[in-house]
Structures are given as C-alpha cells and as structure tokens.
C-alpha cells in the first residue's frame, strides 16, 4: 500500500558527506512527518532526525549542526545531508514515514534501509 524507497548511500571517508533521499508513494492521505533512523550493528534503532508536515525539525544531540533534514511535501519526499561525517555514523539509515493510511487510520512505515559506512 505504501511504499518508502531509499538512495544515497554509501562509503565516504571520515569528514565527508552524503545525502539520503526517501520518497514515499501507494495509497495514502497525508503525511504527518518523515524521518530517519539508524541502526549500528549489536545496536538499538535510534532517531537522527525527523520533519514534520509543518516544517518543524527534531535531531538526535550526536548529528546537530552536522546533519540537516528537508522535506518537499509536494513529492512527498525527505532529504538527509550528512556533512562532517564521523566512523560512529557508520549505520543501515531507515526512512520512517508517519502517515494517514487509505483507510484513515494513523500508521507508521518504514523503509527497506540503506547502509552508510563512514571510513577513519
């Protein structure tokens, strides 16, 4: 019914930039916020950073000033520039979209996740 596709992955080396895209299409009414996740191996998923329909932004303290995340509502689609890279950014990145399904009920989905790999 939805789907959420991902690009922009990939391996850059430490002090780097990369930027993540995820557009959200299928069956759906609207979107109350887009974001992004990530999870390091042997770790819990965590929020990097999300954007709301409104604009409003929210980021984990560990990519702030680093990371900048932007949404275009008309193409349903969200941005992630990643600059200044770190190893510890070295993670799957998942898309996360909070939305109104196509039977009006509030649902959460997520992305197939791509992998970012941050060299020393």
């Known amino acids: 019914q939805v789907q959420l596709v991902e690009s922009g992955g990939g391996l850059v080396q430490a002090g780097g930039s990369l930027r993540l895209s995820c557009a959200a299409s299928?069956?759906?009414?609207?979107?109350?916020?887009l974001g992004w996740y990530r999870q390091a191996p042997g770790k819990q998923r965590e929020l990097v950073a999300a954007?709301?329909?409104?604009?409003?932004?929210n980021y984990a303290d560990s990519v702030k000033g680093r990371f900048t995340i932007s949404g275009d509502n008309a193409k349903n689609t969200v941005y992630l520039q990643m600059n200044s890279l770190k190893p510890e950014d070295t993670a799957v990145y998942y898309c996360?979209?909070?939305?109104?399904?196509?039977?009006?009920?509030?649902?959460?989905?997520w992305g197939q996740g791509t992998q970012v790999t941050v060299s020393s």
């Open positions: 996360n979209a909070d939305l109104m399904d196509s039977d009006y009920l509030r649902a959460v989905y």
């Open positions: 299928g069956r759906f009414f609207s979107i109350y916020a």
């Open positions: 954007i709301t329909s409104g604009g409003n932004t």
